[in-house]
Antibody, heavy 117, light 106 residues
Framework: QVQLQESGPGLVKPSETLSLTCTVS????????WSWIRQPPGKGLEWIGY???????NYNPSLKSRVTISVDTSKNQFSLKLRSVTAADTAVYYC???????????WGQGTLVTVSS | SYELTQPPSVSVSPGQTASITCSGD??????ACWYQQKPGQSPMLVIY???KRPSGIPERFSGSNSGNTATLTISGTQAMDEADYYC?????????FGGGTKLTVL
């Protein structure tokens, strides 16, 4: 069974770049498509973006100008970069697989990122 | 942009049937899916392609989708079903989540 684990700084300063990595175990990263989803404290889920195994990516229009998702197949990892962060970007960030039914089948445990000086 | 609307909360007595709705323009023309999220946990898929249950999801979970509304139905609701539920659909190549519904079993 695929397992996902997010990692990265828990605190980021305003205007800086949030960088997170999702490490995949129990399967090859080349076999899946990948996504990032976030959840502000006490609020609902917000899709950030996904990358298909083919390499094509798509992002939430509201975040598109600040987001990049990339994959490192040699490390079985995929990453999220969110630039110019503000307090509104404070959230639990989840990585997830995007399955053949176009659903998010496996999720990481999530990591809380706080944007504060 | 496309929006999915859910009621903020639904209450149900144990053993009764809970229905959670998700509304969106011509949602019935798209596939809807549902995620369950318990406090402190990651979301978990419970219904996909409107009506299908992933392996391991109890039969008491069912779904439907027609017109502008998708519905998640939990029959014989148990205390363990108390959670937040999110609907999700695709609009072209973008993913849309509903705002979530807190299901209380009391």
């Amino acid at each position: 069974q695929v397992q996902l684990q997010e990692s990265g700084p828990g605190l980021v300063k305003p205007s800086e770049t949030l960088s997170l990595t999702c490490t995949v175990s129990g399967g090859s990263i080349s076999s899946y498509s990948w996504s990032w989803i976030r959840q502000p404290p006490g609020k609902g889920l917000e899709w950030i973006g996904y990358m298909y195994y083919s390499g094509s990516a798509n992002y939430n229009p509201s975040l598109k100008s600040r987001v990049t998702i990339s994959v490192d197949t040699s490390k079985n990892q995929f990453s999220l970069k969110l630039r110019s962060v503000t307090a509104a970007d404070t959230a639990v960030y989840y990585c997830a697989t995007l399955g053949g039914s176009q659903t998010f089948d496996y999720w990481g445990q999530g990591t809380l990122v706080t944007v504060s000086s | 942009s496309y929006e999915l609307t859910q009621p903020p909360s639904v209450s149900v007595s144990p053993g009764q049937t809970a229905s959670i709705t998700c509304s969106g323009d011509k949602l019935g023309d798209k596939y809807a899916c549902w995620y369950q999220q318990k406090p402190g946990q990651s979301p978990m898929l419970v219904i996909y392609q409107d009506t299908k249950r992933p392996s391991g999801i109890p039969e008491r979970f069912s779904g439907s989708n027609s017109g502008n509304t998708a519905t998640l139905t939990i029959s014989g609701t148990q205390a363990m079903d108390e959670a937040d539920y999110y609907c999700q659909a695709w609009d072209s190549s973008t993913v849309v989540f509903g705002g979530g519904t807190k299901l209380t079993v009391l």
